[in-house]
């Protein structure tokens, strides 16, 4: 019961901030059709800001309130920039997609040399709420309850914005059809740019939340875009429902082996993801 | 009010528009009729901004609008229900007709636009809260069609509206056609169905290969031999 508990409760909390990584990379990859690989290092930098402003005394929640608009205007202009001229110059979608990977690629070694340049390749950790709360025969840490109601705050804030502005009713539109939202009046490279921009402050928020529960380093973000990529997948594609229900699922299925052997969690998800493009690449709430 | 001039289009190295002109007037219901590949979509794409022209020149209420991205052909009053519906197939019915009245004067009017829009299709009123894959085809026509008007649009561009549909649900279709001119607005309406569209336009245009090769009022045309031969089956 305790470790049923234990892996239950604790991948929920979990997979509470895997959702958030997820939600950012599902609107890059499945609306702007960006594999970001870069993405999780988005992440790892919003760590390592928060890591920074809480070692001048500011309690680690508040820089979520600067890094949240800052990534937002960060990924905004990078996508005008280089993805909105690759998207032109491209002859198709798909030309469009790899060369925007590619680009992504090159990110990815930007934000992680400069990261490294900065604060080197050590782990870093605090302690905040470093309390623990039991549930049953079970023990959990207060700060990543506190990750885990901030991401599903947030999760929960995008989707009603989602779905009842005219800019979020906009993204899901550009997210089935693009071509049939532009027809409707929509600036699909500006729609396009936004979602980028949220998948980039999602990426930075996420990184706070890690950062208040776990040891952070530089090189830590790519297993968090490995994870999110399963999650999208798993989830469906384009889906915010799905990329949450996805999230949850598989901070469990992670915390479960995590528990059994700690080497294989990562190697666990991506079975699932190889089994799912065999089986379901459409996802659980694909279409 | 609507004005191609001369124009020539494809895709990359394959030519498939060459020196087409065409002129829409306001109040009018013009035909574009031919066969499958003359050239109908490739058209109606470059009007609309999703495809470049190669040459020529395209004005809409006297202003050029070849070159304009599609969005802001749309904020111009332009209007376009695309060929196969292509409806938002996980928004419900209600945010379909919102995302018809995005450009931001009709965004304001919105509320007045859907009661105007739900009188006349009563059904989708009474399923605004499904969600809109769950459609027939003829009943995503209708949302497409009252999508369109949600932007309370000059000139509407409906491609292809009776394509795959049951004849009574294609007459009911025509109704609403002839109601859309019946309030104000200018129709280029392509059709395969020639018959019951040259009955209702007042003008036509035939497009074949890639030219137009006829262009005149409906009541010639439907006299014409070849039209008789070619579209009638006479």
């Known amino acids: 019961m305790a470790l049923f508990l234990n892996i239950f409760i604790g991948g929920l909390l979990i997979g509470g901030i895997y959702s958030l990584v997820s939600m950012g990379l599902s609107l890059q990859y499945g609306v702007a059709r960006v594999f970001n690989i870069a993405h999780g290092e988005f992440m790892m930098f919003g760590a390592f800001v928060t890591y920074w402003l809480q070692s001048l005394g500011v309690n680690p929640l508040i820089p979520t309130i600067v890094i949240a608009p800052l990534f937002f205007v960060v990924g905004f202009i990078l996508y005008r920039t280089v993805f909105t001229g690759i998207r032109v110059r491209s002859p198709n979608p798909g030309v469009f997609e790899s060369n925007g990977m590619l680009a992504a690629f090159g990110l990815y070694f930007i ?39 901030f991401a599903v705050g947030i999760g929960l804030i995008f989707y009603l914005f989602l779905t009842s502005t005219r800019s979020g009713k906009a993204i899901r539109a550009a997210a089935q059809d693009s071509a049939t939202a532009g027809l409707m009046g929509v600036d699909i490279n500006f729609v396009l740019a936004l979602c980028f921009g949220f998948g980039a402050a999602m990426a930075g928020i996420a990184g706070t939340l ?78 | 009010m609507l004005k191609v001039d001369k124009l020539s289009a494809g895709y990359g190295n394959i030519q ?18 031919g066969g499958n590949g003359a050239g109908k979509s490739t058209l109606v794409r470059s009007i609309t901004g999703l495809l470049g022209a190669y040459s020529g020149n395209i004005e809409f209420l006297d202003k050029k609008i070849s070159g304009l991205e599609p969005y802001k052909i749309a904020e111009l009053g332009l209007s376009h229900i695309p060929e196969g519906r292509r409806i938002f197939t996980e928004m419900s019915v209600r945010e379909n007709l919102e995302m018809g009245a995005y450009p931001k004067n009709s965004w304001k009017n919105r509320k007045k636009t859907l009661s105007s829009v739900y009188e006349m299709f009563p059904r989708l009123k009474e399923r605004e809260r499904q969600l809109a894959r769950t459609f027939s085809g003829g009943e995503q026509q209708m949302l497409a069609m009252g999508r369109g008007l949600m932007s309370l649009p000059k000139l509407c561009i409906i491609d292809e509206p009776s394509n795959g549909l049951a004849p009574k649900v294609v007459m009911e279709i025509f109704e609403i056609i002839k109601n859309m001119r019946a309030q104000g607005i200018t129709i280029l309406l392509i059709e395969q169905n020639v018959k019951q569209t ?3 336009s007042d003008r036509a245009y035939v497009l074949e290969n890639g030219r137009i090769v006829m262009e005149g009022d409906c009541a010639t045309c439907l006299a014409s031999a070849h039209i008789k031969k070619a579209y009638l089956g006479l």
Do not use: H
């Open chain 1, 111 to 149: 934000v992680q040399n400069i990261a490294v340049l900065i604060w080197g390749s050590t782990p870093y950790a605090f302690a905040y709420l470093n309390t623990s709360f039991g549930i049953g025969p079970s023990d959990f840490r207060v700060n990543r309850l506190v990750a885990a109601a």
């Open chain 2, 198 to 200: 040259l009955e209702i």
């Open chain 1, 210 to 287: 890690i950062c208040i529960c776990y040891p952070i380093s530089t090189t830590m973000g790519l297993q968090y875009t490995v994870i999110a990529t399963v999650i999208i997948t798993l989830g469906g594609l384009g889906s915010i429902p799905g990329s949450f229900i996805g999230g949850l699922i598989i901070g469990i299925v992670y915390t479960a082996v995590n528990y059994w052997q700690p080497g294989l969690a990562v190697a666990a998800c991506y079975v699932i993801f190889i089994i799912l493009l065999l089986v379901r690449p459409k996802g659980i709430m694909g279409r």
């Open chain 2, 16 to 33: 498939i528009l060459w020196d087409v002109s065409l002129q829409v007037n306001k109040g009018e219901i013009v035909a574009l009729i």
